[in-house]
């Protein structure tokens, strides 16, 4: 209030002195241009002055006003595109989170087609015209991101891959990622999305392939990396003895096997999974005496209870001495069960069967297995203890089927 005193005070203050200035001298102002003549007193040459200076200051904000005003009613004008822009993107985002897939694909494709940085709107759209089946727009909208931002070709690419992985296209995700592969040899993303296809399709030799690159370039984790190398050669030479020399299934399997395991560095073939892979092979090949020199020797390095385990199936050149061996494991490791079932089962192939009796009725004490139960059932069924035998192989069933507990029974369906 105090603020308003003072102004209206130094106005009239002003006006006062401007009164008194007119009063003593009024002034002359003359404008003379060709045949154009102004004179007045100074005093009204400065307020026409002040007066156009102010049609000028009311027309410009008429005219800003205007303007203004234009654009919010105008559905043309920038502000509003933009609004509608940003409407677009908001819904989209929305439509493809929740998946509404035909909005947020054309939500997104209207941000992207207005956006001067479009790529995930594009990107967006292709995955939703990818979940409604609609392949060929989702690829047409990839080509256009690619049109729009050439730059980022290898993001386009690494989803494209992706979108043709949902779609079943396995085919043409390998030829996508490989083709980025040739172009951006240690991109870690690449890298990765190749080697889990490669998992999917069971390619373990051209997993093994692609292995220096992944250590060389750390895509995974060492301990990771490590797990998985030694699953893909373990893979690879279970495929390797159903393979001849030329790749197909066949009777030459044995011969592509061995080569599979020579291929393998002399650390890789002293890893107990690895050894129990190529013995198995082995042995459902027939090389029995084979996979028992195998398995004895990697049992002598380091022991390991699932070799010992397959130990008791192979029948070596001499079972007095492989029953012998077996039984100098069991001085350092008297409590495995796997053990005890091997050597059960090796006195069962010398007619021991006292012997063999104890050592499965060992193993079923430290451990309840079935095969241990069906071992011992088969015993004691040739020694006429029929009904020991019969409760055996039931349990034996019981174990397995806790077993199979957690897989769901098949449909049935009618005639």
Known sequence: MKRAYVIVFVLIVVAALIGLAISHHAGYVLIAYDTFRYESSLWAALALLVAIGFIIWFVRGLIRLLTTSGGVVNPWSRRNRSRRVQIAIEQGQMDLAEGRWASAQRHLHRAAEADSQPLLYYLGAARAANEQGRYEESDNLLERAL?????????????????QLDRGDSEGALATLQAMQERHPHNPQVLRQLQRLYRQRGEWSELIRLMPELRKDKV??????AELEKRAWGENLSLAAYRGADGEAGATGLPALENAWQQLSSAQRQEPALVLAYAEQLRRHGADVQAEEVLR????????SHLARLYGLVRGSDPGKQLQTAEGWLKNHPDDPGLLLTLGRLCLQSSLWGKARDYLESSLRLQRNPEACAELARLLGQLGETDRSNQLFQEGLGLLDERLLARPLPALTSV
């Open 147 to 163: 049109e729009r931002q050439p730059q980022a070709e290898l993001a386009i690419a690494l989803n494209h891959a992706q979108l």
């Open 297 to 304: 020797n990697s049992l002598k390095r380091e022991y390991s």
């Open 220 to 225: 995974l984790p060492a301990q990771e990396l």
